[in-house]
């Protein structure tokens, strides 16, 4: 006796039955034109539009980019998230988003570099597509990085978020900002204080936000390694991919014999910024997300150098 069971496949209307039983319905009739040139452009109005807008544009953009480094990998591709805008005075209705993308699709098809030459190119040709006097460009992206155990010396992969900025304007010129935020170790020198032995640690996060000097060129110098080593030389210890126990020892002796509070974060990070002469303007914040305690721990600072120069 065959025991072999046949099963009954199920029978299916047509796909375009399908679409009809969840809800699509025939085109109706179209009278609006399909050229372009016959379309009514709302974005190209021009009344008196009460404002003038300090930003219009796009973002939440995903691409991906190349990025240089000084550490290894020296060359990369990653995922960058762009934000582009400019300003819309108070006769124009709005802008053409559409500009946006076609100018990084450009760029993306020769490759697009995450670097200030790039970046000045790009900005300048985007104001002149756009037929504005100025536009911006922000795009945010994982830098990694290697980085080898204190002892075995085996190797893996960090990582830091990067920004980089740049404001072009035809009477102003160029202005770059950037900024770079890494996780470090912290030990809580209370704690080491107080206790019979050990001491409590915690992971931090390091923000550097800088502004550049405007003769700044990162052909020859790479900028995020400068702020990264500004971060992490500071803290207890720095964070590492591949641990094995003789690198665990040193990673905790060396957290042991440098307890960080955030306030000695921010201070110590500023000190070495101060000391960059590409660095205008900087903020630095710490957070520290504590082992013992519920809440975070947190501490920023801000200097401008132009201000100490004009004697204020």
């Known amino acids: 006796m065959d025991k072999t069971q046949t099963i009954a496949r199920l029978q299916l209307p047509n ?5 009809q039983l969840f809800g699509s319905v025939a085109p109706g009739p179209k009278s609006k034109p399909t050229e372009k040139s016959k379309m009514p452009d709302l974005q190209n109005i021009k009344k008196d539009f009460l404002f003038d807008l300090d930003v219009c544009g796009v973002s939440n953009i995903k691409y991906p980019i190349s990025v240089k480094s000084i550490l ?3 060359v990369q591709t990653t995922i960058g998230t762009f934000r582009f805008s400019s300003t819309i005075e108070k006769t124009s209705k709005g802008t053409n988003m559409s500009r946006f993308m076609e100018q990084l699709n450009k760029y993306h098809e020769v490759g697009f570099t995450a670097d200030f030459a790039t970046m000045r190119l790009f900005t300048k040709e985007l104001a002149e597509r756009l037929e504005k006097p100025d536009a911006e460009i922000e795009v945010s992206f994982p830098w990694f990085y290697e980085r080898r155990g204190p002892q075995s010396d085996l190797a893996g992969m960090n990582h830091a978020n990067v920004t980089l900025r740049a404001v072009y304007d035809e009477r102003k010129g160029y202005k770059f900002s950037g900024s770079l935020s890494v996780l470090i170790t912290t030990l809580c020198p209370c704690s080491k204080e107080i206790s019979e032995y050990s001491a409590h640690n915690q992971r931090g996060n390091v923000t550097i936000n800088i502004d550049f000097d405007e003769n700044f060129d990162d052909e ?3 900028w995020k390694e400068a702020l990264l080593e500004a971060a992490e030389s500071n803290a207890s210890a720095r964070l590492h991919p591949v641990l094995k126990r003789p690198d665990e020892k040193v990673v905790t002796e060396t957290a042991y014999e440098n307890p960080r509070f955030v306030e000695d974060m921010v201070r ?3 000190a070495d910024l101060y000391e960059m002469d590409f660095v205008r303007k900087f903020e630095v914040i710490c957070r520290n997300e504590e082992s013992i305690h519920m ?4 501490a920023s600072l801000t200097y401008d150098k132009a201000l100490e120069e004009a004697g204020e």
């Open 15 to 19: 796909k375009k039955e399908r679409h």
């Open 72 to 74: 290894k990998p020296e």
């Open 220 to 222: 020859f110098f790479d």
């Open 268 to 270: 110590l990070v500023a």
């Open 295 to 298: 809440h975070d721990a947190i």
